[in-house]
Structure formats: structure tokens, C-alpha cells
């Protein structure tokens, strides 16, 4: 299917409140949303949901750069290569899963963490 602009506009800006509301990591809900709204295959929306966080990121690096509060380099930059490394691996690992099961897994995935997160709210 072809995208239409105004649409993934759409699920950008719903993306960015839900984002910036709840404060949970863009890929987390990137990735469904260019799945079900955009009719991505899993891959692409993976690799897209990390372009626009990369993106974003960038932005908002570049935003904090003029605070008063300087940027924690000593957490950031392990966190960061460990983080891209992971990428590197995750991706070469996706390189031997199935779509449909990347999918079921992600789906798995998601649900833990909701798991999780009710559970930090009742105790």
C-alpha cells in the first residue's frame, strides 16, 4: 500500500503525545503503530521506528545543549555503545526469525512490560 502523508503525519503527532504523555521510549509504540496504521512489514517498521528516534534524539540533544544542566557523558556514552552494539546483534539476529514470529515475539514482548508496569502501579 502506498503511504499517504497525512496519514503517517497522523500517527506521528498521536505517536508524539502518547510519547511525551506517558513518557515511554518512541520504539515502543512506533513500532505497532507503523505496523497497524501504516501497513509496514516488521522489519521496516523496526528500521524506521530507529530512524525516528535517532532523529528525535538528535533534536533533543541538540535542544538541551543551551540548558544549564550539562549531559551526564560518563552514563551516556556506555549506554550508548552498548545500546548500538545491540543493534548490531539485533539486527543480525532478526536476520534469522521469521516476520510473523519477530512479530508474536515483539507482541510478547509488549505485553510484559504492560505486565510490569500494572504491577509497579498496584504495589
Given at each position: 500500500?502506498?503511504?499517504?502523508?497525512?496519514?503517517?503525519?497522523?500517527?506521528?503527532?498521536?505517536?508524539?503525545?502518547?510519547?511525551?504523555?506517558?513518557?515511554?521510549?518512541?520504539?515502543?509504540?512506533?513500532?505497532?503503530?507503523?505496523?497497524?496504521?501504516?501497513?509496514?512489514?516488521?522489519?521496516?517498521?523496526?528500521?524506521?521506528?530507529?530512524?525516528?528516534?535517532?532523529?528525535?534524539?538528535?533534536?533533543?540533544?541538540?535542544?538541551?545543549s543551551g540548558s544549564a544542566v550539562p549531559v551526564d557523558w560518563a552514563v551516556v556514552a556506555?549506554?550508548?555503545?552498548?545500546?548500538?552494539?545491540?543493534?548490531?546483534?539485533?539486527?543480525?539476529?532478526?536476520?534469522?526469525?521469521?516476520?510473523?514470529?519477530?512479530?508474536?515475539?515483539f507482541g510478547a514482548m509488549l505485553l510484559a512490560v504492560a505486565a510490569l508496569m500494572v504491577?509497579?502501579?498496584?504495589?
Amino acid at each position: 500500500l502506498p503511504v499517504r502523508p497525512a496519514r503517517a503525519a497522523g500517527a506521528g503527532a498521536g505517536l508524539g503525545t502518547l510519547t511525551g504523555l506517558l513518557g515511554v521510549g518512541g520504539g515502543f509504540l512506533a513500532v505497532p503503530a507503523l505496523v497497524t496504521v501504516l501497513s509496514f512489514e516488521m522489519r521496516a517498521a523496526v528500521g524506521t521506528s530507529l530512524l525516528v528516534i535517532s532523529v528525535n534524539s538528535l533534536v533533543s540533544l541538540a535542544a538541551r545543549s543551551g540548558s544549564a544542566v550539562p549531559v551526564d557523558w560518563a552514563v551516556v556514552a556506555p549506554f550508548t555503545a552498548a545500546a548500538i552494539l545491540g543493534a548490531w546483534d539485533g539486527r543480525r539476529l532478526s536476520a534469522k526469525v521469521s516476520g510473523p514470529l519477530l512479530r508474536r515475539l515483539f507482541g510478547a514482548m509488549l505485553l510484559a512490560v504492560a505486565a510490569l508496569m500494572v504491577a509497579d502501579v498496584l504495589i
